[in-house]
């Protein structure tokens, strides 16, 4: 089994559709929605965690792209900018994953995209905007 996090963009005609009852019924993959943003008639945005047989989640992605659903990996949703941080440590215990952790020794904090699930909480409590979300 192998899992991938990646961010779907619906086209507002698309928003409406079964797409995720699909991914789930016709290719057998379990489909973990993390966050979404879905509106009728709106473009529309959804973080998820994909599992399945690699045939699977291939054969998923292609539906996905045949249906003009937008695919891109997680890992450029959140980004760190770690030349305005100053490593106050604000965002560490607010991330529910660990994705944002800190350094005993050099007192740094640290961003691991493969932990994150685009909660946004450390979005909110960073002080000086050393954390950014595209969703």
């Given at each position: ?78 980004r ?13 215990p ?22 994150c ?19």
């Amino acid at each position: 089994m192998k899992k991938k996090k990646v961010v779907l963009t619906f086209p507002p005609s698309s928003v409406e559709d079964p797409i995720i009852y699909h991914l789930i019924s016709d290719h057998g993959l379990k489909v973990n929605i993390l966050r979404a943003a879905i509106d009728p008639g709106k473009l529309g945005r959804m973080v998820v965690e994909l599992t399945g047989e690699e045939s699977r989640l291939s054969g998923g992605t292609a539906y996905l792209e045949r249906q003009g659903i937008g695919i891109e990996p997680l890992a450029g949703e959140i980004r760190h900018l770690e030349d305005q941080c100053t490593s106050c440590t604000a965002c560490v215990p607010v991330c529910p994953t660990g994705a944002l952790d800190v350094n005993r020794e050099t007192w740094m904090v640290s961003y691991d995209a493969d932990r994150c699930v685009v909660c946004l909480s450390c979005v909110d409590v960073c002080p000086y905007r050393a954390i950014v979300s595209h969703f």
